[in-house]
């Protein structure tokens, strides 16, 4: 991991408001990471912290209000040209938490997966259902099941329906929105195995968006913790699942449901209380508190979080 | 651990008629539930987990009835029932419940106060001034501060752990001797996940109830079980205690189920999974009804349905590998490394 890394994804103060005037929500409050080429970048947070507003805001979905999203060189908030809109659409793809929800229950699978191919260059009757057939194969589907509805899959498959409608649009960076947590624990792994399949093969780079810690520390090289708009702590998984800093971040990984009855019945609950911060003068800023390991604090917390790391 | 079982069910058959097809959800199963005990009930969904305690209450939908069996419960079988008047005297006054959704389990439109304050007026006889000081001690109990404020708000001014709290208040109201959670934590965040699994603990002690979680989290189980039973397709295929079932599982089923656990998988290798899917209830599941998904099944597990085997006194699998003649199958590596190092847990 220590040769030069190639930046992807790099997102810098970013801001992401919601509603007018006196309604005002600043739902993404200066974020900012980097997301490398081919990794797999976890966003963890509680309902409402702001994780998928991330999200969609990399995808163009929710206007950003400040900040910069920057792909590969370019900047592709706010304002940008058709082309590169169209890039942009076509080289990111998103994966939705709900199969049930997200694809359509009117439309054949072969349209639904085939549909982000309309929208470029028009390929012929053939081309287009030859690619659908590569895609669904790719997933662990059967081509036959181009010409059936949602309805008819199970919950797993349809994961793979929505996997295959992504990659269909060979994309480079993945955004897969809590993508598991409506499965089974059986069908789950499944479909861990096969993004990670997906992303050997193809050197993808996912941003991984859940709540579940344990299946994150699976899968992601890296983790950021989200809390209330604000990015407490980014880390490599191991390291901030063996020194996490940031008070939030201890009470999640603390909170985390264990398969293991020796450790579960005997764990110390950590609580988070936001007001133990006192940021009226000494104001708080995303620091590097070690190498690649980041966290929001102030002056006095940064020395204490050192002298953490020193133990 | 000689107790006396509070709830006993025997043999029960559930079945569905959907679009004129029978759908067999709950296949002969046995259980007893001893007082003052927490059984958590494991399985995916479509296993019938949830079938299965909505018999005890009388709750399945109108196309389910219990085909065949008997639920003991003092000294009356409930499978006997037909009215709801003989139900309402089971349902929240003996047997209460906690769904997975607290955003759908409250009524809009009343303040939580007099939501529980009408659990009370019907199960307690309690009534005027002293239902009300009731709900309030109850309101502290669950956790709820400034009780006296919080009585005159509606549901949509509490937060989904606050409701959920609420919603165990309006069960703790009725007294019951059973509660049954199903579910009781999916819908929330893991921090106050914890919160609410402790305050469920804590209630149990101080009204001492006998619980029973349903749930498909293994963790959550870890957490709050004396005794897991462990259910697939409509039967219960190993029950046993907490520590026997994570630590020495014999059914292929359990092994599966947690060899899929991520915090036991090796990063970068492939994670275990179970290929293929769950029977189909609507034919008749012949032999183990694993056996189609299980790599090493034995030839008679697609033929004949195994009988339990007891390992110990309370703990018992349905599978032919514990049978004498059986060859020996070591559990995958996943299971023993659970039992010898445990997960890695933090710090």
Excluded at chain 1, 288 to 311: F, I, P, Q, S, T
Aim: include cysteine; hydrophobic fraction near 40%.
């Amino acid at each position: 991991m220590n040769e030069k890394r190639e930046i992807l994804l790099s997102v810098k103060n970013m801001d992401v408001c919601f509603g007018k005037r006196r309604n005002r929500f600043k739902a993404v409050n200066n974020v900012s990471f980097d997301i490398y080429k081919g990794e797999t970048f976890g966003l963890v947070g509680e309902s409402g912290s702001g994780k998928t507003t991330i999200g969609r805001a990399i995808i163009r979905i929710n206007p950003t209000t400040a900040g910069d999203v920057i792909f590969k060189g370019e900047k592709i908030n706010g304002k940008i040209s058709k082309e590169l809109d169209r890039k942009v659409t076509r080289q990111i793809q998103m994966i939705f938490q709900d199969p049930m929800a997200s694809l359509n229950e009117r439309a054949k699978v072969d349209y639904i997966v085939s549909e982000g191919l309309y929208s470029g260059a028009r390929l012929s009757d053939a081309e287009r259902k030859a690619k659908v057939e590569k895609a669904l194969m790719e997933v662990g589907l059967l081509p036959e099941f181009a010409s059936r509805f949602p309805h008819e899959f199970s919950g797993g498959q349809r994961q793979r329906i929505g996997v295959a409608r992504a990659l269909i649009m060979q994309p480079e960076f993945i955004i897969a929105d809590e993508p598991i947590s409506a499965l089974d624990v059986s069908i789950r792994a499944q479909v861990l195995n096969l993004l990670s399949e997906l992303q050997k093969e193809r050197g993808l780079t996912y941003l991984f968006i859940s709540h579940d810690l344990s299946v994150m520390r699976f899968i992601c090289d890296r983790i950021a913790v989200i809390h209330k708009g604000v990015l407490v702590e980014l880390a490599e998984t191991e390291k901030l699942f063996a020194h996490p800093l940031h008070p939030y971040t201890r009470a999640l990984l603390s909170a985390i449901p264990l398969p293991d009855p020796a450790r579960e019945k005997n764990k110390v609950l950590e609580v988070y209380d936001p007001t133990r911060h006192n940021y009226s003068i000494d104001k708080p800023e995303w620091v590097e508190v070690e190498e690649d390991h980041m966290v929001w604090a102030n002056g006095a917390e940064l020395a204490e979080y050192r002298e953490m790391l020193k133990k | 651990m000689e107790r006396a079982p509070i709830l006993q069910v025997k043999d029960l058959d559930v079945k569905f008629n959907l679009r004129g097809r029978q759908l067999h959800a709950i296949r002969g199963v046995s259980l007893n539930l001893y007082k003052g005990e927490s059984l958590a009930i494991v399985g995916e969904s479509g296993s019938g987990k949830s079938v299965f305690v909505k018999t005890f209450m009388g709750l399945l939908d109108s196309n389910g009835w219990v085909d065949n069996g008997h639920i003991l419960y003092n000294g009356e079988d409930l499978v006997s029932y037909t009215t709801e008047r003989q139900w309402l005297q089971v349902r929240g006054r003996e047997i209460a419940m906690v769904l997975q959704d607290p955003m759908t389990s409250l009524n809009p439109l009343k303040t939580i106060g007099a939501q529980i304050i009408e659990a009370i007026e019907l199960h307690q006889d309690l009534h005027g001034e002293k239902a009300r000081q009731e709900m309030l001690s109850i309101l502290t109990d669950v956790g709820i501060t400034e009780p006296e404020r919080r009585a005159k708000q509606y549901p949509h001014e509490f937060s989904g752990g606050m409701r959920q709290r609420v919603v165990i208040a309006i069960a703790v109201a009725c007294r019951p001797q059973i509660l049954i959670c199903d579910e009781p934590t999916t819908a929330l965040d893991v921090t106050i996940q914890a919160q609410i699994l402790k305050l469920i603990r804590n209630l149990k002690e101080k009204y001492e109830l006998t619980t029973i979680y349903i749930t498909h989290d293994l963790g959550v189980v870890a957490n709050v079980a004396d005794r897991i039973a462990v259910m697939y397709a409509g039967d219960i295929v190993e029950i046993g205690l907490c520590e026997e079932v994570f630590y020495d599982p014999k059914h292929p089923y359990t092994w599966a189920l947690l060899s899929s656990l991520p915090q036991l998988g090796v990063k970068g290798e492939p994670l275990y999974s179970i290929h293929g899917t769950p029977p189909n209830l609507f034919y008749e599941v012949k032999g183990d009804a694993f056996a189609p998904r299980n790599p090493q099944a034995l030839k008679i597990d697609f033929e004949k349905r195994p009988p339990y085997f007891e390992v110990s006194l309370t703990h018992k699998a349905r599978t032919w590998l514990l049978d004498p003649r059986a060859p020996k199958i070591d559990p995958p590596e996943a299971v023993r490394k659970l039992a010898t190092e445990g997960v890695k847990g933090y710090e």
